[in-house]
């Protein structure tokens, strides 16, 4: 099958193929051609360039996209898409007045939402989780990672991958599975942390690693959930699993949780709202790519990460959406891009490196997708008609996108 979408207004992420990041002061540059091409044969892209330089082709499709703009789809690096019904209650209780942390203290929050997800079937969690990826790949996100970490007992947790594996087997989308073993203490074990990690390494972990359930190891290293020391422990031990770290810290506080992902070699450290210079210093000359999450700062109103200063320290930033059903209900690459502009300063073209080349990167994909390289997964957003680029987080409220393509074809 051979598609060529032609009189491309302006062809976004246009890059070499070694390029498989961008960090610092390179986040400002984004390649384009204007009145481009792009060939996709096989799912892959074939070929792209200027109009003029367009060779004779016989395709089985062609789309125009006069007045149009083209760009990878979006990578979003973090998310927890399979959970089960809502916490709706919870956010009209912190409207309010009570606040995420006296909610999750109260028994609310993430073991709220184990006790649903654990009393779900699953098939019921795969057709809510079902119905979220394709509000999502209809928003324009061609590759996705996803979490469990709701489910706090090994019967819920595999059931959870199942899903995962189960989306994957049915979607054209890439997504990627992340084991978080450690997102919050169950009941049962009051309060003692080290405890749950010692079952989950003695228990769950051989477990999910025998099933090739996941390629990622998460926790969520912070007060009052787990520790650097539970971090490290579980960390060490998941690599003999071949499990790669992706982690949650510095939502909250700053203790050290960074610094454990760094030495732990994790693949990226996410959240980082609180983030002091000894963090900003230990992810230097490190491969983690810091991941930020601005519609969860949106939704529970907590500082955002200061990209900005990671990006003028020379680092990398990738943009994720962290959907869940507590901290940030919404799957909108698009919304995230835009509020990575209005809320953190981030350029268009920061912010558009940022969710598509970066968030490759942060699920370890970079070779296959975030780019418009040849050979690339014909992963591909057509925008409706717009002035320019920088029109995608202005007009926020607007969706501009006309059509999305997984792997060479319209969905
Ligand atoms: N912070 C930890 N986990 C999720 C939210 C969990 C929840 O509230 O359900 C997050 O990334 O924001
Ligand atoms: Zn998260």
């Known amino acids: 099958m051979i598609t060529l979408i032609i009189n491309i207004k302006e062809l976004l992420q246009v890059r070499a193929s070694n390029i498989s990041k961008v960090s610092g002061a390179e986040m400002k540059i984004l390649p384009t051609i204007k009145n481009a091409f792009i060939l996709i044969k096989d799912g892959r892209i074939s070929d792209f360039g200027l109009m003029e330089s367009l060779p004779k082709i016989n395709a089985d499709k062609i789309i125009d996209a ?38 999750a203290a109260s028994g609310g929050g993430i073991l709220n939402s184990a006790k649903t997800l654990q009393a779900t ?45 189960k989306l994957n087997d049915n979607y054209p989308v890439e997504i990627k599975a992340t084991y978080l073993a450690a997102h919050a203490i169950p009941k049962n074990y009051n309060g003692n942390s080290e405890a749950y990690i010692d079952d989950v390494i003695s228990k769950f972990l051989p477990v999910v690693a025998k099933e090739k359930l996941a390629e990622f190891i ?25 499990l790669t770290p992706k982690i949650h810290v510095n939502q909250f506080t700053a203790i050290g949780g960074v610094q454990a992902g760094v030495n732990n070699n994790a693949l990226s450290v996410d959240h980082l709202e609180i983030l002091n210079d000894e963090d900003i210093q230990s992810l230097k000359n490190s491969k983690t790519m810091p991941v930020a999450l601005p519609l969860c700062s949106h939704f529970l109103s907590i500082p955002y990460t200061p990209v900005k200063k990671l990006i003028a320290s020379g680092l990398p930033v990738a943009l994720a959406t962290d959907y869940n059903p507590g901290s940030t209900p919404s799957g909108n690459m698009n919304q995230v891009v ?29 070779e296959t ?43």
């Open 66 to 103: 006069t007045g149009k703009i083209v760009l990878p789809s979006w990578c979003d690096s973090h998310t927890h898409i399979v959970y089960a019904g809502n916490r709706e209650q919870e956010f009209v209780a912190r409207v309010n007045g009570a606040t995420y942390e006296e909610i």
């Open 338 to 366: 835009s509020e990575a502009c209005i809320k953190m300063n981030l350029t268009p073209e920061e912010a558009i490196n940022a969710a598509t080349i970066n968030g490759a990167y942060a699920m370890g994909i970079q």
């Open 369 to 411: 997708h975030g780019s418009i390289v040849i050979g690339k997964h014909a992963n591909i957003i057509i925008t409706k008609e717009i002035p320019s680029y920088g029109f995608l987080p202005y007009a926020f409220g607007s969706n501009l996108i006309d059509t999305v393509l997984v792997n060479g074809v319209i969905v």
């Open 121 to 165: 079937s699953e098939e019921e969690l795969y057709k809510q989780s079902a119905k979220r990826l394709e509000e999502v790949i209809q928003l324009g996100t061609g590759a996705v990672e996803i979490k469990s970490g709701y489910g706090l007992t090994i019967e819920a947790e595999l059931k959870m991958l199942r899903v995962i594996q």
């Open 218 to 242: 998460d926790v969520f290293c912070e007060t009052g959930y787990f520790s650097v020391d539970d971090t490290n422990k579980l960390l060490k031990e998941a690599k003999a699993y071949n």
